[in-house]
């Protein structure tokens, strides 16, 4: 009797996980890729060279010019004098580029965060409007049928959620102490690793 129960017991709950099973919906999507070509980056994009390209292009010709004068020293010994000014023009140089990072930096941070509630928004606009139950990143998942993939409707959503968002602000502009998005920041940088600075914060070394 105890054997016929517990399989009973089974039986019923194999069912119901394969009713839940049944009734749920998932989909998986390219986040990077989404993020990477959305409409809020590439507006973020032409901000940031709007607001640094400027002060980026000054840094870079400062760092080569350092550079060329580093070199000339290996051929000729620079006076005490030349020497120390050397390392005061190096040293200005330098803070003046963790300033440019710094700013740089705060931008992407807040441009990263903006992209990501656009995103955010698009998938739950689906799961919504498609019934999906459960959206997941490939980069997470180690194999996945193509006909879950919906990165294509995930772009599309959230380039609708990010025009969205910006008619809403132009009506009624964005609330007390809250960042813009993406696309109208007055600073915003491309939420990427490096993406403009390069090499700047890396003064070159004299002898």
Do not use: H
Request: aromatic share 6%; glycine share 4%; hydrophobic share 40%.
């Amino acid at each position: 009797m105890r054997y016929i129960a517990c399989l009973a017991a089974c039986l019923f709950l194999s069912a119901s996980f394969d009713a839940a099973a049944a009734d749920s919906k998932t989909a998986v999507f390219n986040l990077q890729k989404t993020a990477a070509e959305c409409d809020a980056l590439q507006e973020a994009r032409a901000a940031l060279d709007s607001k640094f390209g400027e002060q980026k292009n000054s840094l870079e010709k400062e760092r080569l010019r350092l550079e060329k004068k580093a070199s000339e020293f290996q051929n000729k010994k620079p006076t005490a004098k030349q020497q120390e000014n050397f390392v005061r023009e190096q040293r200005e140089y330098g803070e003046k580029a963790q300033a440019f990072m710094r700013l740089l930096q705060a931008d992407e941070q807040r441009v990263r965060r903006d992209i990501d509630e656009v995103i955010s928004r698009a998938a739950k606009n689906l799961a919504e409007s498609k019934g999906y139950t459960l959206i997941m990143d490939i980069a997470d998942i180690v194999y996945y049928d193509s006909a879950l993939d919906i990165t294509a409707d995930m772009l599309a959503e959230s380039n609708a959620v990010f025009k969205k968002i910006k008619e809403d602000m132009l009506k009624s502009g964005p609330p007390q102490g809250a960042a813009p998005p993406a696309g109208n920041a007055p600073a915003p940088a491309v939420p990427q690793r490096g993406a403009a600075g390069g090499n700047a914060a890396q003064p070159p070394q004299g002898r």
